[in-house]
């Protein structure tokens, strides 16, 4: 596999986890994380996470938390930045998040910034270790179309 391809299946992974939360898929969730994957998650500005999980078990609970909290969700990842070396690389990727809340007619919107570590093994790339870094979030209305 060239640096090309080793982008371009990055770049894939930080889709495919963005499908799985927005499906709420947990098969496909765990899919993209290694068996002993850690994700912290901290408030903006902030050095201390106020959320830390290891291993498939526990990152499953996102995705649970998700289905509970929300009607419906949508990621978008972009500026994806990576670093490779070898059979291990780091980076960052932005994402905007939409959400609908439960019971709400609004939409929050999320602005954050996830910092990764990845391991490829057997061929494949997954995330080892994900800092989500809350950036700030907005409110809007949401609307309804004709579409």
């Not at 894939?12 to 986890?17: D, E, G, K, M, S």
């Not at 929050?108 to 700030?136: N, P």
């Given at each position: 596999?060239?640096?090309?391809?080793?982008?371009?299946?990055?770049?894939?992974?930080a889709?495919r986890?963005?499908?799985?939360?927005?499906a709420?898929?947990?098969?496909?969730?765990?899919?993209?994380?290694?068996?002993?994957?850690r994700?912290?998650?901290?408030?903006?500005?902030q050095?201390?996470?106020?959320?830390?999980?290891?291993?498939?078990?526990?990152?499953?609970?996102?995705?649970?938390?998700?289905?509970?909290?929300?009607?419906?969700?949508?990621?978008?990842?972009?500026?994806?930045?990576?670093?490779?070396?070898?059979?291990?690389?780091?980076?960052?990727?932005l994402?905007?998040?939409?959400?609908?809340?439960?019971?709400?007619?609004?939409?929050?919107?999320?602005?954050?910034?996830?910092?990764d570590?990845?391991?490829?093994?057997?061929?494949?790339?997954?995330?080892?270790?994900?800092?989500?870094?809350?950036?700030?979030?907005?409110?809007?209305?949401?609307?309804?179309?004709?579409?």
């Amino acid at each position: 596999m060239g640096y090309g391809d080793d982008i371009a299946a990055l770049n894939q992974l930080a889709y495919r986890y963005a499908a799985a939360v927005d499906a709420c898929d947990m098969d496909m969730f765990k899919s993209v994380f290694t068996q002993d994957a850690r994700l912290r998650a901290y408030n903006p500005g902030q050095t201390e996470p106020f959320n830390d999980i290891r291993g498939h078990d526990e990152l499953v609970k996102v995705n649970e938390i998700m289905a509970t909290m929300f009607d419906g969700t949508m990621h978008t990842m972009t500026n994806h930045l990576v670093t490779i070396d070898g059979d291990t690389a780091s980076g960052q990727v932005l994402c905007i998040a939409r959400h609908i809340p439960k019971g709400e007619d609004n939409v929050l919107i999320i602005t954050l910034r996830y910092e990764d570590d990845y391991a490829r093994s057997a061929g494949e790339w997954k995330i080892c270790d994900r800092h989500i870094r809350f950036l700030w979030a907005e409110r809007g209305e949401t609307t309804e179309t004709g579409f």
